[in-house]
């Protein structure tokens, strides 16, 4: 369900404890928001009327409220990401601690647009806080749903670690002649989050719906999704568009990530797989294998990481030295 009411009493009245499996929010970020236009000269004719702004000097309380909420409806395992301008972002810091939330990164989203200017740097990102209650140890991350740990970008670096980055290159989308809400967030950013942080049918809200992006591309990825919107006028006309979109529609152009060579990888050693592993490792070397070849094939055999099987021969290689007394002295 998606609700025409401000997120803070709505949240209050609509959603229970404790139901909510992934928060995705761009709240209003008080920079005189419904008066951007006039900075970036932008023509204004297919933007959606009635943008609220919140006044700054009621940011700081307005977003300890909110931000309550989302401790409130978000499940034990859940995550929120919260997107924010760095103006007052000091104020959603402070909401997140005063509310027991706990930052697991502070992403920085580079986009492809910023207000040219001549007497400072010129702003092109956005900060994005993923976060999670702070007494919970366990939060719901699919490590995988993108990329195996095997595969490899172009320049052969790991395409898995170069995803998990906490610098994310994305460029906003522009939607020359179309109607549109004042500000909406990529899909290629919304997926991202989604695919990461929730599983199928998961319910996912924002508690800014404004253009109702995390709601269709929640329901694009098979997921539920609720949240709120106070603009009446943008409600109105994004309420209908969302029900056109066909769930789980994005799956058919999802890439599937490779699999997973690394299968045991974070799984314990036992001393039968320890046992198998040196012994496997003797007969590679009497076939002359060099160690780089040993431990590639060693990988793919055990589905463990290189630097797991080093480990574990480099251990060994020790103790054989300490029992023959090369390393005590005796």
Same mark, same amino acid.
Not at 21 to 27: A, E, F, N
Not at 54 to 67: C, L, M, T
Not at 137 to 157: D, I, L, Q, W, Y
């Given at each position: 369900?998606?609700?025409?009411?401000?997120?803070?009493? *709505?949240?209050?009245?609509?959603?229970?404890?404790?139901?909510?499996?992934?928060?995705?929010?761009?709240?209003?970020?008080?920079?005189?928001?419904?008066?951007?236009?006039?900075?970036?000269?932008?023509?204004?004719?297919?933007?959606?009327?009635?943008?609220?702004?919140?006044?700054?000097?009621?940011?700081?309380?307005?977003?300890?409220?909110?931000?309550?909420?989302?401790?409130?409806?978000?499940?034990?395992?859940?995550?929120?990401?919260?997107?924010? *301008?760095?103006?007052?972002?000091?104020?959603?810091?402070?909401?997140?601690?005063?509310?027991?939330?706990?930052?697991?990164?502070?992403?920085?989203?580079?986009?492809?647009?910023?207000?040219?200017?001549?007497?400072?740097?010129?702003?092109?990102?956005?900060?994005?806080?993923?976060?999670?209650?702070?007494?919970?140890?366990?939060?719901?991350?699919?490590?995988?749903?993108?990329?195996?740990?095997?595969?490899?970008?172009?320049?052969?670096?790991?395409?898995?670690?170069?995803?998990?980055?906490?610098?994310?290159?994305?460029?906003?989308?522009?939607?020359?002649?179309?109607?549109?809400?004042?500000?909406?967030?990529?899909?290629?950013?919304?997926?991202?989050?989604?695919?990461?942080?929730?599983?199928?049918?998961?319910?996912?809200?924002?508690?800014?719906?404004?253009?109702?992006?995390?709601?269709?591309?929640?329901?694009?990825?098979?997921?539920?999704?609720?949240?709120?919107?106070?603009?009446?006028?943008?409600?109105?006309?994004?309420?209908?568009?969302?029900?056109?979109?066909?769930?789980?529609?994005?799956?058919?152009?999802?890439?599937?990530?490779?699999?997973?060579?690394?299968?045991?990888?974070?799984?314990?050693?036992?001393?039968?797989?320890?046992?198998?592993?040196?012994?496997?490792?003797?007969?590679?070397?009497?076939?002359?294998?060099?160690?780089?070849?040993?431990?590639?094939?060693?990988?793919?055999?055990? *589905?463990?990481?290189?630097?797991?099987?080093?480990?574990?021969?480099?251990?060994?290689?020790?103790?054989?030295?300490?029992?023959?007394?090369?390393?005590?002295?005796?």
């Amino acid at each position: 369900m998606y609700y025409n009411e401000d997120c803070i009493s *709505g949240s209050k009245e609509h959603l229970k404890d404790g139901t909510i499996d992934l928060i995705i929010t761009d709240p209003p970020f008080a920079i005189s928001g419904d008066k951007l236009h006039k900075h970036y000269n932008r023509d204004e004719k297919y933007v959606i009327d009635g943008y609220i702004e919140i006044p700054v000097d009621q940011y700081r309380d307005f977003s300890i409220d909110w931000i309550a909420q989302a401790h409130r409806i978000l499940k034990n395992d859940g995550s929120m990401y919260i997107v924010s *301008g760095w103006s007052n972002l000091s104020d959603i810091l402070l909401a997140l601690e005063q509310n027991k939330f706990k930052i697991i990164n502070h992403i920085i989203w580079k986009y492809n647009f910023g207000v040219y200017t001549k007497k400072k740097y010129v702003t092109s990102h956005y900060h994005i806080l993923y976060c999670k209650k702070q007494n919970n140890k366990k939060v719901k991350f699919n490590t995988h749903c993108r990329f195996a740990p095997s595969e490899k970008t172009e320049n052969n670096g790991s395409a898995l670690y170069s995803d998990l980055e906490d610098v994310w290159i994305i460029n906003r989308e522009y939607k020359h002649g179309k109607t549109k809400n004042k500000n909406q967030l990529p899909i290629k950013l919304l997926k991202k989050m989604i695919l990461y942080s929730s599983d199928e049918n998961d319910l996912v809200c924002d508690l800014f719906l404004g253009s109702f992006s995390t709601a269709k591309v929640a329901r694009a990825l098979n997921r539920n999704s609720t949240g709120f919107e106070i603009n009446s006028e943008a409600f109105n006309y994004q309420i209908n568009k969302i029900e056109t979109i066909e769930r789980g529609c994005m799956f058919k152009d999802l890439k599937i990530p490779e699999r997973n060579v690394y299968f045991n990888q974070g799984k314990p050693w036992s001393e039968k797989d320890i046992e198998k592993l040196l012994t496997r490792y003797g007969a590679l070397k009497k076939e002359r294998y060099s160690d780089k070849e040993s431990f590639e094939i060693l990988s793919m055999e055990f *589905g463990r990481g290189r630097f797991s099987i080093l480990n574990i021969i480099k251990a060994h290689k020790i103790k054989n030295l300490e029992d023959d007394g090369k390393l005590t002295g005796n």
